[in-house]
């Protein structure tokens, strides 16, 4: 087991360019989520995934995020035409997917926007 | 979700208990309280859970009141690396829309 991991660390990107970020969870963990964190505030949920399907995603900031898991192991959450705004810390975290369900979070991808 | 309610920050003696409260008053009968923590520009590292009992595990006890609509994590001898944002949550089991508030931030003092 070696726990959550992300990639990139860190990204600076120039406004209105395409970023992608990477999240492979615990190998037998089915759940797998995406948060975004700003300076001072606590993880603010975006999407999950069950397996390879997307169950929830109506907390995505907008149109320009997306987010797939497509053979239900590693994902990836892309934002287009990124904004000043975008800037902040994405984090990923895995579960079982059981009741009571823990979830293990990775060392998250911190986006600048110039 | 359950909402809940955090003191914005504390502080605590090296070597002291460090008691953290939680208000949870809308928590349903199934949804368990979570505490995580997280040390500056890392991810929230999980501490433990529970849903009725108190419980109890390596790093900390957390005690649920009878009524369940608060609790209180207890680091039993809080040390300099104990100084951290410390969360609780009661995410929905149904939903899974996890909420996180702002936490409370404890500075472990010398």
């Known amino acids: 087991d070696t726990g959550v991991s992300q990639d990139p660390r860190h990204k600076i990107t120039k406004r209105g360019q395409n970023v992608t970020f990477r999240c492979d969870p615990i190998?037998?963990?089915?759940?797998l989520y995406w948060y975004r964190q700003t300076l001072g505030q606590g993880p603010e949920f975006l999407t999950y995934?069950?397996?390879?399907?997307?169950?929830?995603k109506s907390r995505l900031l907008s149109d320009r995020f997306s987010a797939e898991r497509p053979k239900g192991s590693f994902s990836t959450l892309e934002i287009q035409r990124t904004e000043q705004g975008d800037s902040a810390m994405y984090l990923c975290?895995?579960?079982?997917?059981?009741?009571?369900?823990?979830?293990?979070f990775g060392p998250g991808t911190r986006l600048t926007v110039l | 979700d359950a909402k809940t309610t955090q003191p914005t920050s504390m502080d605590c003696a090296e070597g002291r208990a460090a008691n953290l409260p939680c208000n949870h008053s809308?928590?349903?009968?199934?949804?368990?309280v979570y505490w995580y923590r997280q040390i500056h520009s890392q991810g929230p590292q999980y501490i433990i859970h529970?849903?009725?009992n108190n419980e109890t595990n390596e790093m900390a006890s957390l005690i649920i009141t009878e009524d369940r609509k608060s609790s209180t994590l207890i680091l039993p001898h809080a040390t300099l690396r104990d100084t951290a944002v410390y969360y609780c949550?009661?995410?929905?089991?149904?939903?899974?829309?996890?909420?996180f508030g702002a936490g409370t931030r404890l500075f472990v003092k010398a």
């Open positions: 949550i009661a995410p929905n089991t149904g939903g899974f829309k996890t909420i």
């Open positions: 809308t928590i349903s009968g199934n949804e368990y």
């Open positions: 190998s037998e963990h089915n759940r």
């Open positions: 995934f069950q397996n390879e399907a997307q169950l929830e």
């Open positions: 975290a895995s579960s079982q997917g059981f009741s009571g369900d823990t979830q293990y």
């Open positions: 529970g849903l009725k």
